[in-house]
């Protein structure tokens, strides 16, 4: 009977030992976490800190999951070490287990930039429901807060607490939200709502120090500026959890370097997730972690399946606004564009062309034909032929299938 340990629990984990599943039935499986919760759904923090949902509406695998699948889950244990040679794990409390086959999934953690001041008590980031935690007694006794950071995470973070009754102010360093996922007008059309929401924006601004003045906080810009502010939150991005993956001398560049089948460069030893650098490329988007995390279980339970890559795409809710942003969304505008804005609306539509081939889409406020779209993109497919109607308000999606 084979033996598999995986590291995490979040969504590569989880995928893995789905995949485990469905080939091995017999084996043993122990997962190992930090949380003292089960797996959830992360890019619903911001939901759980405006109190829109709870942890339990959260929650992805509850405890009956893994006995059904007949998976020992160790909460709030953290592997301290791994023994390649003698096939061993050991945990804080000295505990040792033994394993045949091991996935490291062990994510990210949120990456808080050296400005001097970040471990100030009223400064905090949001990665676990611990976070969260903090961050909602904070807020129930604040009125404002600064956020560092105008990604994702951050403005979801920040419209929940918004939502909670905080004034928010966005501190970003580039010169529009969403650098990612949007260009120079779609991220105008994404600000100009926000604004009619409350938020404040300090944009292509850096912050130099966040000072503590009795209780009240001063951020302190590079340009001069200073705002004051009961809490801040700091979302600038994640960053590769590698304290285990260091230890054991495994390659590392963007993440940790596996091959198609999510094998590193020790044997028997798979990594997936956040953590990962797959073909050079770090991905750090869920739907690649979940591939990730289904490829690397087959492999461990004996099956010979193939990682390709995932599409970068990001389908999901900017403050309550559908977006769909994918591919080369050519936020220097050199390549050839198709591009539908109503600001009435707050509709923006891009889709990017390069030879006849859809390479990427930015889809803010309707995301009508966005598998249509993915799938083009992925299939390579000309559009030659129907290119002049993609402008076409009504176009029927199903066309480019």
């Not at 287990?97 to 808080?112: M, N, P, R, W």
């Not at 944009?203 to 502010?229: C, D, F, M, P, R």
């Amino acid at each position: 009977m084979t033996s598999y340990i995986i590291i995490g629990n979040g969504i590569a984990a989880n995928a893995a030992a789905e995949s485990i599943r469905t080939v091995d039935k017999l084996g043993s499986i122990h997962i190992f976490t930090r949380e003292r919760f089960c797996f959830y759904y992360t890019p619903a923090l911001p939901e759980y800190l405006s109190g829109d949902q709870s942890v339990d509406d959260i929650t992805i695998h509850h405890d009956q999951w893994y006995k059904d699948n007949t998976i020992d889950l160790h909460l709030e244990t953290t592997i301290t070490s791994i023994d390649p040679a003698g096939k061993t794990v050991t945990t804080q409390d000295k505990g040792s287990f033994s394993y045949d086959k091991l996935l490291l999934a062990t994510g990210g953690y949120s990456f808080v930039p050296p400005i001097k001041g970040t471990d100030i008590d009223a400064v905090f980031s949001l990665r676990s429901i611990d976070d969260a935690d903090r961050i909602k007694n904070k807020a129930a006794s604040s009125r404002k807060l600064v956020l560092i950071g105008g990604g994702l995470l951050g403005l979801e973070a920040g419209n929940g607490l918004r939502k909670a009754g905080l004034n928010v102010t966005v501190v970003e360093f580039f010169p529009r939200l969403l650098p990612r996922q949007m260009d120079v007008d779609g991220a105008a059309v994404l600000q100009n709502q926000l604004e009619e929401m409350g938020f404040s924006f300090c944009l292509g601004a850096k912050t130099q120090e966040i000072i503590n003045n009795n209780g009240t906080l001063s951020v302190q810009l590079e340009e001069g500026e200073h705002i004051e502010t009961d809490m801040v939150l700091v979302s600038a991005g994640v960053r590769p959890e590698l304290t285990l993956a260091k230890q054991l001398g495994l390659e590392i560049d963007k993440g940790v370097k596996v091959n198609d089948a999510m094998e590193t460069g020790v044997e028997n030893i798979y990594a997936a997730g956040d953590l990962v650098e797959h073909r050079g490329r770090f991905y750090g988007i869920w739907p690649a972690s979940m591939e990730q995390g289904k490829i690397a279980g087959l492999n461990m339970a004996g099956d010979n399946a193939t990682y390709n890559g995932t599409v970068l795409a990001n389908s999901l809710k900017v403050v309550g606004i559908s977006l769909t942003a994918a591919g080369d969304i050519d936020p220097d505008g050199t390549l050839e564009s198709i591009v539908i804005r109503d600001r009435d609306e707050k509709i923006y539509r891009k889709i990017v062309i390069k030879d006849n081939i859809i390479v990427g889409t930015i889809l803010f406020g309707d995301t009508r034909g966005s598998d249509e779209i993915l799938a083009a993109m992925k299939d390579k497919k000309d559009i030659s032929s129907i290119k002049s109607d993609l402008s076409n308000k009504k176009f029927d999606f199903s066309r480019l299938m």
